[in-house]
């Protein structure tokens, strides 16, 4: 086993530091408050190839390694989780989706401009009565030849508002359950597609949330991806990828909150020392950081698994849930340490501990991860 990251991720992880804290940090608290989409920081992101970064270079993609992916998902969610959730949407789900089990004709058109971020995707399989329970699609695509006829709604959608592309996840054939259900790549403007109001959050207060309602969209029979029947699957595998993004999100939430509590536990005197040698205190930063490093190396470890070509879903669940707690766990301590201080906005951490609640909840809840590891380790 190599614990050493190779120069190259070395540089990406920089690269990456250095862009949250010269482009992300001036105004990330104006953006969560005035709700504002991070579009001039995307761009930038987009032209340093952080939103193609596994995508081979013939389609505008920066061909890194999943583990160089999760780094730099770490350095940009330490200081603004809005702008982590495009670029890991972007990244795990629309380019990975697109690449792995598109057609040319479809990476040529759509995915050259999603890896080089001259536009975003969004993934919509979340439904009104189908969350957890992704075989419970409403929204449908009726075949009618040369084309399907799209109807129904999407909720939660990440970039809803700012995508030009949405890979939509719909029941083709009710009587065929989960084996009747197709993906399609939709496009913004097509006829009847419409983008309801945005969603007013709790955290993640930057990202684009919207629903999404379809109502008789005609999308051409090149725009499925895969065989007749394959969407289900393709969401499934899709997602599983998309917990390592999620779990390297919530892992950058959690050591950004640790980072500013154990700078912060030096400044702070009382009873006439820093606050950091109290034992109390000390105890806590102790925890936070045994807890950060068990979830970077499980993150760490499903990254290397799927870049060798490895089954990852057992240790991808496991990285998504533990990251996921651990940012709620060290967020809540962060705000602790600071005391009165983290009560308000301008010590950052009660931001970064209302980021970290829907790190446990979207791509998977931290229930449906139990399930999936359970399962394997039943098997």
Not at 61 to 72: E, F, I, P
Not at 92 to 112: D, M, P
Not at 135 to 149: E, F, R, V, W
Not at 209 to 236: C, Q, W, Y
């Amino acid at each position: 086993m190599n614990f050493e990251l190779t120069e190259e991720q070395i540089a990406v992880r920089d690269a990456a530091r250095e862009f949250a804290q010269t482009k992300l940090l001036p105004g990330v608290i104006e953006r969560d408050e005035n709700q504002t989409f991070p579009a001039e920081q995307i761009k930038e992101l987009g032209e340093l190839g952080f939103l193609g970064m596994m995508v081979d270079p013939k389609y505008g993609g920066s061909a890194m390694d999943t583990v160089s992916y999760v780094l730099a998902m770490e350095e940009i969610s330490k200081v603004d989780a809005s702008c982590s959730v495009v670029m890991s949407v972007n990244n795990s789900l629309v380019c990975w989706g697109l690449e792995t089990f598109g057609t040319e004709e479809q990476k040529e058109k759509y995915l050259k401009p999603l890896a080089t971020g001259k536009i975003i995707g969004a993934f919509c399989l979340s439904e009104p009565e189908a969350g957890s329970d992704a075989t419970s699609q409403q929204t449908t695509a009726i075949d009618k030849g040369d084309h399907y006829l799209l109807n129904g709604t999407k909720n939660w959608i990440t970039n809803g508002n700012s995508a030009t592309v949405y890979l939509v996840i719909a029941q083709t054939d009710v009587e065929k359950g989960h084996r009747g259900i197709n993906a399609f790549i939709v496009e913004k403007g097509m006829d009847g597609f419409v983008v309801g109001q945005k969603e007013n959050k709790l955290g993640i207060r930057g990202s684009d949330t919207h629903s999404l309602m379809f109502t008789d969209v005609k999308i051409p029979k090149e725009n499925r991806i895969g065989a007749d029947g394959f969407g289900f699957t393709f969401a499934m595998k899709t997602l599983s990828g998309g917990r390592i993004g999620i779990a390297a999100q919530a892992l950058g939430i959690a050591s950004g909150a640790y980072e500013l509590a154990l700078q912060y536990s030096k400044e702070r005197k009382a009873f006439g020392k820093e606050i950091s040698k109290h034992q109390t205190i000390a105890f806590k930063l102790a925890d936070m950081a045994t807890e950060i490093e068990a979830a970077r190396l499980l993150c760490l470890k499903a990254a290397w698994l799927k870049d060798k070509g490895k089954n990852y879903d057992e240790i991808g669940a496991m990285a998504k849930v533990f990251a996921s707690e651990t940012a709620m766990k060290t967020t809540v301590e962060a705000v602790q340490v600071h005391g009165g201080y983290g009560f308000v906005k301008e010590y950052h951490v009660e931001r970064l501990m209302r980021d970290a609640k829907i790190t446990q909840i979207y791509e998977g809840t931290s229930e449906i991860q139990r399930i999936i590891i359970s399962r394997s380790i039943l098997k």
